[in-house]
């Protein structure tokens, strides 16, 4: 179960690809169509792959453009592979126990990241500190750059890629490559948004274009976020592969001999599933998670903005690369979390659920760019509730786990986590959560406050909800108080039970039928989380009553006085309220002595009788 579990908090991710070692220069076809963003942190990266020491070095020029109105003094770089250099120094090793989705790093093989030269444009040095537990670097500028102005960096950096751990690295001759360049923090606020990097963290960062040139074997295939611009052949073993991409956040690639791909057109866009051979028959399930995520997510959001979409499968031996999410890449990959082989395609769909997760990662991580690092459940939270949606919508009842005796769906595990810590807040930053209650605050609680959230104010007002809010802030970092402002104003409700008792608070609910009498109803509110809703009242005659309840007392009676005698009374009928934490004493029947029971009975029997018959009988 707790592979389970933490497979569930499992991610998404998309991947670009080529063919494979062309000769000859290939140039991507048509003219495509970017989104129209100001760029901000431009990359310029050229770097060659050692696929013996496990070494990508090279050079990059920054582009960084002050778009506040505060002069900028100095710079603050993330050295992301810094945390993986031994098992015990850095931040996210302590905080991990050099542990990481349920993979050990290996400290035989492990990462790092090495600014060698640091200059301006016109070629004056820069001293570089190393800050925090060295996953950060600072600089300070000869002079501030101005706001409105221009600073152009030429960095010379040598990464080492770990075994792969925590997403990144390599195995055999596989390669996953994330996180692995120095890259600029968010100047926010007269200062560099820019954290060490945790263990439950993600990432966070500004806008900009790439151009990424990588040298590599030229048997090699490769996957990376934005658009394959050219292969050019070394006639030295080895090839340049160059991706273009803009208005994106990161920039990652992946790298194998064995890669295949395949390819299918999804209203337009072009989706490309890069597999190992070993996972063949994967392809049309993965294709189809991919085909309906980007359908039933540019429906319910909005449209995906950029050319492409890649998928890339990982090897067994190598899923803690699988299941993350780039700009326009996504890793998935097929897992086991039964550990008795028993889950490989015959009534599992984890395939679906993590492929879904991470493509429904490009509307929130990828596009409206939440800062994932001080606001987790943002992303996590909304990329999750849009795939159980979509896994109630697409897949069958006992989608997640159908084992016999056992059946369970996505959904239903997720409210089963959230059970199990129903107090935690979902806000906070991602080093505020430890391991256990980062999964329910940033994924499964969120999910059932969302789905929660959408029983209350109705699906069609819901969905306008998140497409309102991903029009309004695609490409602006918005944070939940931005998410909270667009969810009252288009729901037309003040949404204090869900923001101030949900997200920020640890408030709880259980709703009950207290009592049925024969002429009274009384229900009861344990908890302080205080949420509007229903109590449907079955009478006598087969009549019924659906009141509304604002919940705002700790208990009600209804009075029916002038109706016949109440036989059953339920809160919640339709099960909105998913936080409720037990439905099973929503319900509850009056108890009665045998002679009221034969009495109505045998009045629903006469009405039966008469129903069937019809006023003018046969
Ligand atoms: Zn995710």
């Given at each position: 179960m707790r592979r389970l579990a933490i497979l569930v908090l499992?991610?998404?991710?998309?991947?670009?690809?080529?063919?494979?070692?062309?000769?000859?220069?290939?140039?991507?076809?048509?003219?495509?169509?970017?989104?129209?963003?100001?760029?901000?942190?431009?990359?310029?990266?050229?770097?060659?792959?050692?696929i013996d020491t496990k070494m990508v070095s090279g050079h990059e020029t920054i582009?960084?453009?002050?778009?506040?109105?505060?002069?900028?003094?100095?710079?603050?770089?993330h050295l992301y592979l810094n945390a993986f250099r031994d098992s015990t120094s850095s931040i996210f090793m302590q905080e991990s126990g050099s542990l990481s989705r349920g993979y050990s790093f290996d400290p035989d093989y492990p990462g790092g990241i090495e600014i060698t030269d640091i200059r301006l444009a016109d070629g004056t040095t820069l001293e570089l500190d190393l800050i925090e537990d060295e996953t950060l670097a600072k600089a300070e500028l000869p002079e501030p750059v101005?706001?409105?102005?221009?600073?152009?960096?030429?960095?010379?950096f040598q990464s080492t890629l770990p075994k792969v751990f925590a997403r990144t690295g390599f195995y055999k001759d596989f390669f996953m490559v994330g996180q692995w360049f120095p890259k600029l923090g968010v100047w926010q606020d007269g200062g560099w948004n820019a954290y060490p990097f945790h263990s439950n963290s993600e990432f966070f960062a500004d806008f900009g274009n790439y151009d990424v040139a990588i040298t590599l074997p030229d048997n090699y295939v490769t996957g990376a976020t934005g658009l394959l611009a050219s292969t050019k052949a070394n006639n030295d073993g080895t090839q340049t592969v160059s991706y273009h991409a803009e208005a994106v956040i990161d920039?990652?690639?992946?790298?194998?001999?064995?890669?295949?791909?395949?390819?299918?057109?999804?209203?337009?866009?072009?989706?490309?599933?890069?597999?190992?051979?070993?996972?063949?028959?994967?392809?049309?399930?993965?294709?189809?998670?991919?085909?309906?995520?980007v359908t039933n997510f540019g429906a319910w959001y909005g449209a995906y903005p950029y050319p492409r979409l890649t998928v890339l499968d990982?090897?067994?031996?190598?899923?803690?690369?699988?299941?993350?999410e780039y700009p326009m890449l996504v890793t998935a990959g097929l897992e086991d979390p039964t550990g008795l082989g028993l889950m490989k395609g015959q009534y599992d769909h984890m395939l679906e659920i993590v492929t879904i997760h991470e493509i429904g990662h490009e509307w929130w991580y990828a596009v409206v760019a939440f800062n994932e690092a001080e606001e987790p459940w943002?992303?996590?939270?909304?990329?999750?509730?849009?795939?159980?949606?979509?896994m109630e919508k697409e897949y069958g009842p006992h989608e997640m786990l159908d084992m016999g005796s056992i059946k369970m769906s996505y959904l239903e595990a997720r409210r089963m986590e959230y059970l199990m810590m129903p107090e935690t807040p979902m806000y906070g930053k991602a080093w505020d959560f430890g391991t256990s209650d980062y999964g329910v605050g940033a994924y499964s609680k969120p999910v059932i406050s969302l789905l929660t959230l959408e029983g209350v104010i109705g699906e069609e007002r819901m969905l306008k909800v998140m497409s309102t809010f991903f029009e309004r802030y695609r490409f602006k970092h918005p944070t939940t108080e931005d998410f909270r402002a667009t969810a009252e104003e288009?729901?037309?409700?003040?949404?204090?039970?869900?923001?101030?008792?949900?997200?920020?608070?640890?408030?709880?609910?259980?709703?009950?039928?207290?009592?049925?009498?024969?002429?009274?109803?009384?229900?009861?509110?344990?908890?302080?989380?205080?949420?509007?809703?229903?109590?449907?009242?079955?009478?006598a005659d087969g009549s019924e009553a659906l009141e509304a309840w604002d919940?705002?007392?700790?208990?009600?009676?209804?009075?029916?006085?002038?109706?016949?005698?109440?036989?059953?009374?339920?809160?919640?009928?339709?099960?909105?309220?998913?936080?409720?934490?037990?439905?099973?004493?929503?319900?509850l029947l009056r108890r009665m002595d045998v002679w009221s029971w034969l009495a109505i009975n045998c009045q629903i029997l006469y009405q039966i009788q008469n129903m069937l018959l019809g006023e003018g009988g046969l």
């Open positions: 499992a991610l998404i991710v998309f991947l670009p690809a080529r063919a494979s070692s062309a000769a000859t220069d290939n140039t991507a076809q048509l003219v495509p169509i970017w989104p129209d963003v100001t760029p901000i942190a431009s990359y310029d990266i050229q770097v060659a792959l050692d582009t960084y453009t002050n778009s506040t109105d505060t002069p900028i003094p100095d710079v603050v770089f101005a706001p409105g102005e221009t600073l152009n960096l030429e960095v010379e920039f990652a690639w992946a790298a194998s001999p064995n890669f295949k791909q395949a390819t299918r057109d999804v209203g337009g866009l072009e989706v490309v599933y890069i597999y190992l051979p070993e996972h063949a028959f994967t392809i049309d399930r993965a294709l189809d998670a991919t085909e309906a995520a990982v090897p067994d031996e190598a899923s803690g690369a699988g299941g993350m943002l992303d996590e939270g909304i990329t999750d509730y849009s795939t159980v949606r979509l288009v729901s037309g409700q003040n949404l204090d039970w869900f923001f101030d008792g949900l997200v920020y608070g640890k408030e709880i609910l259980n709703y009950s039928v207290s009592s049925v009498e024969e002429h009274r109803v009384t229900v009861t509110r344990q908890g302080s989380l205080i949420i509007p809703t229903e109590v449907q009242v079955t009478f919940g705002s007392e700790a208990q009600k009676t209804f009075d029916y006085s002038d109706r016949p005698a109440v036989v059953r009374a339920e809160i919640d009928p339709d099960h909105k309220l998913l936080v409720d934490l037990q439905w099973s004493d929503n319900g």
